[in-house]
C-alpha cells in the first residue's frame, strides 16, 4: 500500500499547485482592486508591486501550518488512512469550489472553504467512527469547533464593520477635500499623508511581519514594547516627507496606494498561504510520520494513529519559495483574476456603467428602505447645511485620471482602512477575512461618494448582495460537498479516490477551455472597455458604431433562431421546448438591456455635435432592438400559458396555413441580417427591395388574419376559442416583428451615414 500512498501525497502536492492558482485568482482582487480602479499606475507596474510584496510574504510566511494539523480535527483520535482521505477529499473540494467562483467572477474566502471543508470531511469520519464505537468516541473529543465558530463570527464583524468603517470614513474625507482633492492638500498632505502612512506599516508589522520566519519572540516582545514609539516616529517621519513630495508636486495618494497595495500582498501571501498548501503539506508530514515509524514496524496504515501531527511544522524555506512563484506566476498571467477584479472595481466605480449583476427584490426593497431614510434626514438636516454638504460633493470637480472609476483618495481611504481593520482585528484574536474586509469597505467608501445614484443602486445593491449571498454559500457547499465525498473516499478506498481525483483534473481542464470560449465570445466588453479607456472622439463614435451593428446582427440572428423554433414548438404542442425558449428568451431581454445602457453612455462620451446628429437614430435603432424581443415576448407568454392549461392545440389547417408565413418571415429576417452585415462597405442598395419584400409579406399576413377570423366566425362551438385567439396574437405579432424590422434597417442606415 506504501506507494499508493506516496502517490496520493504526491497528487495533493499537485493538488497544492492548482489551489495556488485559483486561490490567488480569487484573492488578487483583495489588494489590487483599489490601486486598478484608481488607475494609480499602469497596470504592469501594479502587478510588478504587488508581485514583490507576494514573493516576499511567502518566502518569509512562518510556514505554520496549525489550521490543517490540528485546528479543526484532534489528530490522535484518526489513522493515517483516515487523514489522508479528508485532505484529499479536501483538496478536491477546494479546486473545484474556487475556480467555480473565479470563473463567474465572484470574489470568495479562502479561509471560509478551506475551514468548513475541513470540518466536513472531519465530521464525515467522526461520524463513522463514534457510531463504530458505540459513543465512545465523541464528537467532542475528535472535533476542535473553536476555529470554525470563530470564522463564522468573523465573517459577521468583516461584513458589518468593514462596511461601516469604510462608508463613515470616506464620507468625512470628501467632506474635508472634496471631488478636487489636490485644491485642498495644501495644508493636509502631510497629515494625511502620516496618518496613512503609518496605518499601512502598523498593518504590516502587526498582521504582516507578526509570524514571520525571523521574528523570534524576542523580536516580536520588542516590537510589542515598543509599537507606539515605531509608530510615532513613523508618523513623524512619513508625514514630512509626504508634505514635501506634495511640494515637489509629487501625487502622493498614489504613493499611499502603491504602498498599500504591496503591504496588503505581503500579508496575503503570508497569512494566507496555509488556506492554499496547508492540507498538502500536512499529508506530506503525516506520510513522512507514516513512512519513518508504522511502515518498518509493519503497522498497517488503518491503526497508525497521527499524534505526531498535533506538534508545530515549519515548512522548509525551500518550499515557500516554489509557493511564493507560483503566486507570482499566476498574479501575471491568470485572466480569472482580471475576471474577479472587474467585478469589484465595476460595484464601486464612481460613474455608471454596465451594472452586470441586474436587479433583484432585495436589492429594490433595501434601496426603497435605504431611501426613505436618506430622506427623512435630509427634511431634519438644514438647508444651509445640506447646501454646504452638496457643495463638497459636486461631482463635476472630480479627478480622475485615464478610464479610472474612482480617484485616488478614495483608493487611499480603501486600503488605510482595510490595513487598519485588519490589524485591529488581529490583534484582538479575531479572524477578520481579508476578502470580505476590502471587498466592504470598498462597497462602503463608494456608496459614501454617492457613486450609487437612484440609477444605479438597485443594480450595486443585487451585487453586493450577490457576491455576500455567494461568500454564506461558500461555507455551506463546502461542508456538504467535502462530507459527501469523504463518505464516498472512506468506504469506496483507492478506486473511489483514484475516480475523484480524474474528475477533479477532467473539470478543471474543461473549466479553463470553457472559460477561455466564453471570453473570447464576450467581443462587446472588449469594445465597451476600449470606449471607457479612450478620449479620440472619432475612436469613440467609431466602436460605438461597431458595437451597435455586432447587437443588431446578434439579435436579427437570436430572432430568426427563436421565431423558427416556436413556431415548430407551437405546431407540435411541445410544452418542454417552450419552456426552454421562454427561459431563453428572459435571460436575452436582460442581457439586451445592459448593452442599451452600455452603448447610452458610450454615446454621452462622443463629440457632442455627433451625439446630436445620431441621438434620434441611435434610440430608434436600440428601441426598435429591443422590440424585436417585445415581440417575441407577447408570443411565447401566452402560448406557455395555453399549453401549460392543456387547451387544444392548432387544427391542422392553420398548421398547414402558418408554415408558408414563418418560411417567409424567417427568410426576410435571414435578409436584415445579411443587410446588417454589408451596410458598413456601403451596400445600402438593397434596403429599398428589403422595405418592398416587408410591405407585400405584411399584406399577405393580414389576409391570413383574415382568413383566421371568417374560420372563427364559423366555428358551431366555442371549442376552439383559445387557440384560434393564440393563432391570431401569434399572426398579429409576426406582422409586427416585420414592421420593427423596417423601422430597423431604415434607423441604422440613417445612423450609420453619421461620420
Known amino acids: ?94 479546486v473545484l469550489l474556487l475556480d467555480t467562483f473565479n470563473s463567474m467572477g465572484m470574489p470568495t474566502s479562502t479561509t471560509v472553504s478551506l475551514v468548513f471543508e475541513l470540518l466536513g470531511g472531519t465530521v464525515a469520519l467522526a461520524m463513522i467512527k463514534n457510531i463504530a464505537s458505540d459513543g465512545a468516541l465523541t464528537f467532542a473529543q475528535m472535533l476542535n469547533t473553536d476555529k470554525a465558530l470563530s470564522v463564522v463570527l468573523g465573517i459577521f464583524l468583516s461584513i458589518a464593520i468593514a462596511f461601516f468603517f469604510g ?60 509599537t507606539n514609539m515605531l509608530m510615532l516616529g513613523c508618523f513623524i517621519v512619513s508625514g514630512v516627507l509626504m508634505q514635501v513630495l506634495h511640494w515637489c508636486r509629487v501625487n502622493i495618494f498614489k504613493i499611499i496606494v502603491l504602498i498599500g497595495t504591496m503591504a496588503l500582498a505581503m500579508a496575503f501571501a503570508g497569512n494566507d498561504l496555509v488556506n492554499f498548501i496547508g492540507v498538502p503539506l500536512a499529508g506530506l508530514s503525516a506520510y513522512q510520520d507514516y513512512a519513518a515509524n508504522a511502515i518498518p514496524a509493519g ?82 438636516t438644514p438647508e444651509k447645511m445640506r447646501n454646504w454638504i452638496d457643495s463638497r460633493f459636486n461631482k463635476d470637480e472630480i479627478i480622475l485620471e485615464n478610464g479610472a472609476a474612482f480617484d485616488q483618495l478614495r483608493a487611499a481611504v480603501n486600503l488605510v482602512i482595510a490595513a487598519l481593520l485588519i490589524a485591529f482585528g488581529t490583534s484582538l484574536k479575531l479572524p477578520l477575512s481579508t476578502t470580505f474586509v476590502t471587498f466592504m469597505v470598498a462597497m462602503g467608501s463608494s456608496l459614501a461618494d454617492r457613486a450609487w445614484n437612484r440609477e444605479s443602486a438597485v443594480f450595486r445593491v443585487t451585487g453586493v448582495v450577490s457576491v455576500i449571498g455567494g461568500w454564506f454559500i461558500t461555507a455551506g457547499v463546502a461542508f456538504m460537498l467535502c462530507f459527501i465525498i469523504t463518505l464516498i473516499m472512506h468506504y469506496g478506498g483507492f478506486a473511489a479516490m483514484a475516480v475523484f481525483a480524474a474528475v477533479a483534473l477532467f473539470l478543471i481542464i474543461r473549466s479553463n477551455i470553457k472559460y477561455g470560449k466564453k471570453a473570447k465570445k464576450e467581443k462587446d466588453d472588449s469594445i465597451f472597455a476600449r470606449i471607457l479607456a479612450s478620449e479620440d472622439k472619432a475612436e469613440i463614435w467609431s466602436l460605438l458604431k461597431q458595437h451597435v451593428e455586432e447587437n443588431i446582427f446578434h439579435q436579427v440572428e437570436y430572432t ?61 435603432t436600440t ?60 451596400k445600402n442598395d438593397a ?69
Open 1 to 94: 500500500m506504501d506507494p499508493i500512498y506516496l502517490s496520493v501525497v504526491v497528487f495533493l502536492m499537485f493538488l497544492a499547485i492548482s489551489d495556488l492558482v485559483v486561490g490567488v485568482s480569487n484573492d488578487a482582487v483583495n489588494f489590487l482592486n483599489s490601486a486598478v480602479g484608481a488607475k494609480s499606475a499602469r497596470f504592469r507596474t501594479i502587478i510588478i508591486l504587488a508581485a514583490l510584496g507576494v514573493f516576499v510574504g511567502a518566502a518569509f510566511s512562518n510556514g505554520m501550518m496549525d489550521i490543517a494539523r490540528h485546528g479543526i480535527f484532534q489528530p490522535e483520535y484518526f489513522t493515517f488512512s483516515e487523514l489522508i482521505c479528508i485532505m484529499l477529499a479536501v483538496m478536491v473540494t477546494d
Open 167 to 226: 462608508a463613515v470614513v470616506q464620507y468625512i474625507a470628501r467632506i474635508i477635500f472634496t471631488f478636487n482633492y489636490k485644491r485642498n492638500l495644501k495644508w493636509f498632505a502631510g497629515i494625511f499623508g502620516g496618518i496613512a502612512t503609518t496605518a499601512i506599516i502598523y498593518f504590516m508589522i502587526i498582521k504582516g511581519m507578526k509570524d514571520a520566519s525571523f521574528m523570534t519572540p524576542e523580536n516580536s516582545l520588542w516590537v510589542k514594547e515598543n
Open 299 to 380: 503497522i498497517p496504515a488503518d491503526s497508525f494513529y497521527m499524534d505526531s501531527l498535533n506538534g508545530p511544522a515549519h515548512t522548509p524555506v525551500l518550499y515557500l519559495l516554489a509557493a511564493g512563484t507560483v503566486m507570482v506566476l499566476t498574479l501575471v498571467t491568470s485572466k480569472k483574476a482580471k475576471n474577479v477584479i472587474k467585478t469589484s472595481v465595476n460595484l464601486s466605480r464612481q460613474d455608471s456603467t454596465d451594472e452586470m449583476f441586474g436587479s433583484s427584490a432585495i436589492a429594490r426593497r433595501l434601496v426603497l428602505v435605504s431611501t426613505s431614510i436618506a430622506n427623512w434626514f435630509l427634511k431634519v
Open 560 to 620: 430568426k433562431d427563436f421565431y423558427n423554433r416556436f413556431i415548430e414548438d407551437f405546431i407540435g404542442e411541445n410544452r418542454k421546448d417552450i419552456r426552454k425558449l421562454y427561459n431563453s428568451l428572459h435571460n436575452e431581454s436582460q442581457m439586451n438591456k445592459v448593452i442599451r445602457r452600455k452603448e447610452a453612455l458610450a454615446l454621452k462620451q462622443t463629440d457632442t455635435i455627433i451625439s446630436l446628429q445620431a441621438g434620434t437614430w441611435f434610440h430608434l
Open 623 to 682: 428601441n426598435n432592438t429591443a422590440q424585436l424581443l417585445y415581440g417575441l415576448k407577447r408570443m411565447i407568454e401566452p402560448s406557455k400559458e395555453h399549453f401549460e392549461n392543456n387547451f387544444n392545440p392548432l387544427p391542422a389547417e392553420c398548421a398547414q396555413e402558418l408554415r408558408p408565413v414563418a418560411k417567409a418571415m424567417s427568410d426576410i429576417l435571414e435578409e436584415a441580417a445579411g443587410y446588417v452585415s454589408d451596410i458598413k462597405s456601403g
Open 687 to 755: 434596403l429599398a427591395p428589403l422595405i418592398k419584400e416587408i410591405s407585400a409579406f405584411k399584406k399577405d399576413v393580414a389576409k391570413v388574419r383574415e382568413n383566421n377570423l371568417v374560420r372563427f366566425r364559423g366555428e358551431k362551438t366555442s371549442e376552439n376559442l383559445n387557440i384560434y385567439i393564440l393563432y391570431q396574437t401569434v399572426l398579429q405579432e409576426t406582422q409586427q416583428l416585420a414592421d420593427t424590422l423596417k423601422h430597423l434597417t431604415r434607423a441604422y442606415t440613417s445612423l450609420n451615414a453619421i461620420k
